[in-house]
Every structure is written in structure tokens, then in C-alpha cells.
């Protein structure tokens, strides 16, 4: 008899979370996890000697807090901060504007800039606070299957048409006409001044192949604002170390440093087990694969277990990475050019909607942007211990910057970029450049090599609408695979990626409900 009953493959924050919930309900779990520790791409990097960053993602806001509840999170010392994290939109002429938790709160700052686009800015969140707890529902729960949706689907199914029913005639009018517009003329309908567009489109072509012209691209700026809430204190890395906990305090055993080279199949073609890198075997009738879907289907199976429809359908999955990080270790604490109201932990960059459509541009050629466009945090601000006293930690999300950049990512093209991610934040803060210690750069191509993340996208496929209805296929839609026993728990899965648990808990939501 197999000694576990499940086996997780990655140990990511989702791969933790559907670990946690199946050892909960007493089943027997091993995660397997490739590198020396687990969490994923919210694991903390130790870029530099003596600095460290909260995880290589930037933003909690989307972790769902009733599963934090759920898995009793609190009592393992996780706080969130109860409120979303106030973020600064930077413009090169030295203005700011300050976008918080509180609509009125924003709508003041933005009052300074124009008072035209205050009173836009309060119409706009009134329409996404209102569509947002449907949408964020929608987004939490699991999706129906659209080809054959079963009995309890379609009276889910139901439930959400009425719901963005109930919202009013004319707010659903707005949704279904906003949806399929891009982030350009959606936000010049509400806003006139252009850093401000360019900041709010930011977060929503996080990790996108697309620019604010694309269509679509309203949908994922919506998506956003629904599902971005509290924040984790101490980042993503204290998420991922309380999830480890719970699992551990479940009776679930991690393995680190042990990459799964293949799945065991029966002769039927059922989940037998998993062969790690070192030769070793590890036995059970269930995988739930946190890794990504590509990763899955085309290196751990072979192509004739996975049949030819669905490997197509896995191929065309579109996973093409567009976002590099880099950290910088600074002597000094940062000070910015522009006058703020709060000290600055969340940044934009961004004069124009245009300029952040140039520096897409050139991804379409395998280039990066000259002119990158910079999410920036720094953690330092509410986590002192991450760096030495008076020093900083500065973490750039830097976009655009292709996987498959022409001529490779060689040490020379990954210090090019990086100098032009500098000299950009440069021209909002004084004395930056030699305040430097040191940086540290990935690009798509080293996310990839580091978490077997296929084609470095930070949410394991686009998140496009196709992609997102139906995640990642339709065969795989609701965490259940062809593949008798081997099931689908990262965020390829639906609701897709991003710091949320959820595809790990309604993976294991299905798993337990078999
Ligand atoms: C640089 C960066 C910045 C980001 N910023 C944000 C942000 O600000 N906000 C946000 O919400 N989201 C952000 N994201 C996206 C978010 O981090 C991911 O969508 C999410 O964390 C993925 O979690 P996961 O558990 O599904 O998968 P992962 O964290 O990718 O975990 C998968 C795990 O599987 C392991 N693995 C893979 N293959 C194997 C194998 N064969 N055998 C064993 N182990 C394997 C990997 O090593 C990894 O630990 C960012 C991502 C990146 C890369």
C-alpha cells in the first residue's frame, strides 16, 4: 500500500494550501518541491548579504481572507492589515497622486491635480465597488462548466446572472459594454489627466502580452479592483511560512530539493505515484500538480499518456512572460522627488497611456522597452528588519521585457535592462544611483530555470478571458485531468494567478468531494 494518499507537486502557496486542506480532512500528503524551500514565487530571497525581500511578488491583496480563517491562519501569527495598501502614481514633472483604501481619501489627492477627475475617480469606484463583490464571488467560488454544466452548476450559473442582474439595469449595461474595451478608452470615458490613466492601468497588464490598447483589457483592470483587499503583514513570505505551518501542524510532510521528473501511470493510465530527480518513488493514487499546466502536461507525462487533443489544447496554452523583478539594496533610505502625503511603500510608473503602449511594443519583437514601466515597493517601509538600519530594499516589478528576447538573455542584455529600470526610478528620487549597494535581476527566462515557471509568466498563463473561462482548458476546468487521479491545484487552474490560495483550496474543495 502506498504510504500517502495524495502527493502535491510544488510547494507554492497554492500547492501548501491544497496540502493543508486534504491533511485537514485527514488525508495523508506529501509535497514534493524542487527547490531548498518551499513558497514558491512567494518564497523570500536573500538577493544580498543582509538584504532580503518579502517574497518576489509585490502584493497580498488578493489573498482570500476567509481561507486564511479557514485554515486558521490567524492563530499562527498571520495579520493582514485591514485595509488595501495605499500606492503612489508617479509623473515625471515631480507631481503625485496618492490612491487609497478609502474612495474620498483618494478622490482629495487626485482633487490637487484636477478637480474634474476627482468626481470621475468617485463615479469610477462607485461602479467597481459595485460590481466588484460579484465579480470577486465569481472569482473565489468554482467556475461552472460551461460545455455541460451539472445541476448545482447551472443553479450557480443562475445565481450570477441574477446577481449582475440585481446590480441595477444601468450598472450591468455599463459591465457588459466596459468588458470587452481596452484600459485606453475605458479610462479616458472617466479621466482626463494622463499620469493618472497611465497609474491605474498599471496593475492590470501585470504579467500581460497586451498594452492598454488591447482589448480586454478593461476585464482585467475590473478583475483587479474586485479581488485586491487587505494586505498580508509581512508579504507574501509570511503568508507562504504560516501555510507551511498549517500543513506541517496537519501531519503533511514536505520534501524539499526533490523535483518530480515524471508521474507513475498505471496500465490503465491511472496516477500511480511520482519519480523525483534523484531516482526515488514516491507512491499514491492522487497528484495534485501545483506546478504549472505546461509543466504537467508536457514534461512530466508522455505525450501519449496525455492523447493528442489534449496536448494541442495544452500548447497553445499562451504563457509568454513579459515581466522582469529586480531588487535593489540601498545605503540610504529613498527619497523621492515628489512631495507625498504618506511614505511611499506602494509606486507607479507611468506619465501616459501611450508611453506604457510604446514600451509593449517592443516585446512584440522580442525586445525590451526602453522605457520600462516600474511597479515598484518597498518593503523596508513597514519591515525594517530586511535590510540594515537606515538601508533600503527597493522591489521592481519592470515591464516590458520578452522570455524570448532576440539574441538571449546574456549578462550583457540583463544589465542593459536593468540600467534602464534604474535610470527610470532614478528620475523620481534624488541620489538614487549611488546610493546602490547592489541589484539583482530576473528575467523571465531565470524565473523559468528557478521554479520550472514555463515561460517565466508570473501567473502560469495569461490571463486572458479565453484563458480565464475554462482555466486552463476546458478538459481541466474543474481541477479534474483526464488522467484518472491527477488533478490540477496552481494558478494555471482557475481563478487564476496571483497571491490568492484559492486554486489550491477549490482543488482541494473537489478533490474531497469525489
Ligand atoms: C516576480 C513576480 C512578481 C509577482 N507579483 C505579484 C504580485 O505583486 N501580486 C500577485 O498577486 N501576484 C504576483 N505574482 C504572481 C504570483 O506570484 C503567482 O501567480 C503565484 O504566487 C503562484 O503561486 P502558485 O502556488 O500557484 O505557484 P508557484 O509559486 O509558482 O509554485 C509552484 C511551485 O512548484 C515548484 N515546482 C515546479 N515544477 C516542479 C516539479 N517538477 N517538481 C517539484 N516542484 C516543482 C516550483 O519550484 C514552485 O515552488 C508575481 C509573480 C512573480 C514571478
Not at 512567494?42 to 544580498?48: G, N, P, Q, R, V
Not at 486558521?72 to 514633472?93: C, E, H, I, M, Y
Not at 487564476?496 to 469525489?514: E, Q, V
Given at each position: 500500500?502506498?504510504?500517502?494518499?495524495?502527493?502535491?507537486?510544488?510547494?507554492?502557496?497554492?500547492?501548501?494550501?491544497?496540502a493543508?486542506?486534504?491533511?485537514?480532512?485527514?488525508?495523508?500528503v506529501?509535497?514534493?518541491?524542487?527547490?531548498?524551500?518551499?513558497?514558491?514565487?512567494?518564497?523570500?530571497?536573500?538577493?544580498?548579504?543582509?538584504?532580503?525581500?518579502?517574497?518576489?511578488?509585490?502584493?497580498?491583496?488578493?489573498?482570500?481572507?476567509?481561507?486564511?480563517?479557514?485554515?486558521?491562519?490567524?492563530s499562527r501569527?498571520?495579520?493582514?492589515?485591514?485595509?488595501?495598501?495605499?500606492?503612489?502614481?508617479l509623473?515625471?514633472?515631480?507631481r503625485?497622486i496618492t490612491?487609497?483604501?478609502d474612495?474620498?481619501?483618494?478622490?482629495r489627492?487626485?482633487?490637487?491635480?484636477?478637480?474634474?477627475d476627482?468626481?470621475?475617480?468617485?463615479?469610477?469606484?462607485?461602479?467597481?465597488?459595485?460590481?466588484?463583490?460579484?465579480?470577486?464571488?465569481?472569482?473565489?467560488?468554482?467556475q461552472?462548466?460551461?460545455?455541460?454544466?451539472g445541476?448545482?452548476?447551472?443553479?450557480?450559473?443562475l445565481?450570477?446572472?441574477?446577481?449582475?442582474?440585481?446590480?441595477?439595469?444601468?450598472?450591468?449595461?455599463?459591465?457588459?459594454?466596459?468588458?470587452?474595451?481596452?484600459?485606453?478608452?475605458?479610462?479616458?470615458?472617466?479621466?482626463?489627466?494622463?499620469?493618472?490613466?497611465?497609474?491605474?492601468?498599471?496593475?492590470?497588464?501585470?504579467?500581460?502580452?497586451?498594452?492598454?490598447?488591447?482589448?480586454?483589457?478593461?476585464?482585467?483592470l475590473?478583475?483587479?479592483?474586485?479581488?485586491?483587499?487587505?494586505?498580508?503583514?509581512?508579504?507574501?513570505?509570511?503568508?507562504?511560512?504560516?501555510?507551511?505551518?498549517a500543513?506541517?501542524?496537519?501531519?503533511?510532510?514536505?520534501?524539499?530539493?526533490?523535483?518530480?521528473?515524471?508521474?507513475?501511470?498505471?496500465?490503465?493510465g491511472?496516477?500511480?505515484g511520482?519519480?523525483?530527480?534523484?531516482?526515488?518513488?514516491?507512491?499514491?493514487p492522487?497528484?495534485?500538480a501545483?506546478?504549472?499546466?505546461?509543466?504537467?502536461?508536457?514534461?512530466?507525462?508522455?505525450?501519449?499518456?496525455?492523447?493528442?487533443?489534449?496536448e494541442?489544447?495544452?500548447?497553445?496554452?499562451?504563457?509568454?512572460?513579459?515581466?522582469?523583478?529586480?531588487?535593489?539594496?540601498?545605503?540610504?533610505?529613498?527619497?523621492?522627488?515628489?512631495?507625498?502625503?504618506?511614505?511611499?511603500?506602494?509606486?507607479?510608473?507611468?506619465?501616459t497611456?501611450d508611453?506604457?503602449?510604446?514600451?509593449?511594443?517592443?516585446v512584440?519583437y522580442?525586445?525590451?522597452?526602453?522605457?520600462?514601466?516600474?511597479?515598484?515597493?518597498?518593503?523596508?517601509?513597514?519591515?525594517?528588519?530586511?535590510?540594515?538600519?537606515?538601508?533600503?530594499?527597493?522591489?521592481?516589478l519592470?515591464?516590458?521585457?520578452?522570455?524570448?528576447?532576440?539574441?538571449?538573455?546574456?549578462?550583457?542584455?540583463?544589465?542593459d535592462?536593468?540600467?534602464?529600470?534604474?535610470?527610470?526610478?532614478?528620475?523620481?528620487?534624488?541620489?538614487?544611483?549611488?546610493?546602490?549597494?547592489?541589484?539583482?535581476?530576473?528575467?523571465?527566462?531565470?524565473?523559468?530555470?528557478?521554479?520550472?515557471?514555463?515561460?517565466?509568466?508570473?501567473?502560469?498563463?495569461?490571463?486572458?478571458?479565453?484563458?480565464?473561462?475554462?482555466?486552463?482548458?476546458?478538459?481541466?476546468?474543474?481541477?479534474?485531468?483526464?488522467?484518472?487521479?491527477?488533478?490540477?491545484?496552481?494558478?494555471?487552474?482557475?481563478?487564476?494567478?496571483?497571491?490568492?490560495?484559492?486554486?489550491?483550496?477549490?482543488?482541494?474543495?473537489?478533490?474531497?468531494?469525489?
Amino acid at each position: 500500500m502506498a504510504n500517502y494518499d495524495a502527493i502535491v507537486i510544488g510547494g507554492g502557496h497554492n500547492g501548501l494550501t491544497a496540502a493543508a486542506l486534504l491533511a485537514q480532512a485527514g488525508r495523508r500528503v506529501v509535497v514534493v518541491e524542487k527547490n531548498d524551500a518551499v513558497g514558491g514565487l512567494a518564497m523570500a530571497e536573500e538577493f544580498h548579504p543582509g538584504y532580503r525581500t518579502a517574497g518576489l511578488l509585490h502584493d497580498t491583496g488578493g489573498a482570500r481572507l476567509k481561507l486564511i480563517e479557514k485554515l486558521n491562519l490567524p492563530s499562527r501569527g498571520l495579520q493582514t492589515t485591514g485595509k488595501r495598501a495605499p500606492v503612489t502614481l508617479l509623473s515625471d514633472d515631480g507631481r503625485a497622486i496618492t490612491l487609497q483604501a478609502d474612495a474620498e481619501a483618494s478622490a482629495r489627492s487626485i482633487e490637487k491635480i484636477s478637480a474634474k477627475d476627482a468626481q470621475a475617480y468617485r463615479q469610477y469606484r462607485a461602479l467597481v465597488d459595485t460590481i466588484g463583490p460579484w465579480l470577486g464571488k465569481l472569482f473565489s467560488e468554482p467556475q461552472p462548466s460551461l460545455p455541460s454544466p451539472g445541476p448545482g452548476e447551472m443553479l450557480r450559473l443562475l445565481g450570477s446572472g441574477l446577481g449582475l442582474r440585481r446590480m441595477g439595469r444601468k450598472t450591468m449595461q455599463e459591465f457588459l459594454k466596459i468588458v470587452p474595451m481596452c484600459l485606453a478608452d475605458f479610462l479616458d470615458e472617466y479621466f482626463e489627466t494622463d499620469f493618472l490613466k497611465a497609474g491605474l492601468a498599471v496593475p492590470a497588464l501585470l504579467s500581460s502580452f497586451n498594452g492598454p490598447w488591447s482589448s480586454f483589457t478593461t476585464f482585467n483592470l475590473l478583475l483587479w479592483e474586485a479581488t485586491s483587499t487587505d494586505q498580508v503583514k509581512g508579504g507574501p513570505a509570511a503568508l507562504a511560512a504560516a501555510l507551511e505551518k498549517a500543513a506541517q501542524s496537519h501531519g503533511v510532510e514536505i520534501r524539499t530539493g526533490a523535483e518530480v521528473t515524471s508521474l507513475m501511470l498505471s496500465d490503465s493510465g491511472a496516477v500511480q505515484g511520482a519519480r523525483l530527480v534523484s531516482g526515488e518513488q514516491i507512491e499514491a493514487p492522487l497528484a495534485a500538480a501545483a506546478c504549472t499546466p505546461k509543466e504537467v502536461f508536457l514534461n512530466l507525462l508522455k505525450s501519449r499518456d496525455v492523447g493528442p487533443k489534449l496536448e494541442t489544447a495544452i500548447t497553445h496554452l499562451r504563457c509568454r512572460g513579459v515581466t522582469a523583478k529586480v531588487n535593489l539594496a540601498l545605503n540610504q533610505k529613498i527619497q523621492w522627488k515628489a512631495e507625498t502625503e504618506h511614505p511611499v511603500e506602494f509606486a507607479r510608473t507611468g506619465n501616459t497611456i501611450d508611453e506604457i503602449e510604446r514600451a509593449f511594443d517592443a516585446v512584440k519583437y522580442r525586445r525590451f522597452s526602453e522605457t520600462p514601466v516600474l511597479d515598484i515597493f518597498v518593503p523596508t517601509v513597514s519591515n525594517s528588519d530586511l535590510a540594515p538600519e537606515g538601508h533600503e530594499v527597493v522591489s521592481i516589478l519592470a515591464q516590458f521585457a520578452p522570455y524570448d528576447r532576440e539574441g538571449g538573455w546574456t549578462d550583457a542584455a540583463r544589465e542593459d535592462f536593468a540600467d534602464r529600470v534604474v535610470a527610470r526610478l532614478a528620475e523620481h528620487t534624488i541620489d538614487l544611483e549611488s546610493s546602490i549597494v547592489a541589484r539583482h535581476v530576473s528575467t523571465p527566462k531565470d524565473l523559468e530555470a528557478q521554479f520550472n515557471l514555463t515561460g517565466g509568466h508570473l501567473f502560469h498563463a495569461e490571463h486572458a478571458l479565453d484563458q480565464l473561462l475554462g482555466r486552463p482548458v476546458h478538459a481541466c476546468a474543474g481541477y479534474k485531468t483526464p488522467i484518472p487521479g491527477l488533478y490540477l491545484c496552481g494558478s494555471g487552474s482557475h481563478p487564476g494567478g496571483g497571491i490568492t490560495c484559492a486554486p489550491g483550496a477549490l482543488a482541494a474543495g473537489a478533490i474531497l468531494s469525489k
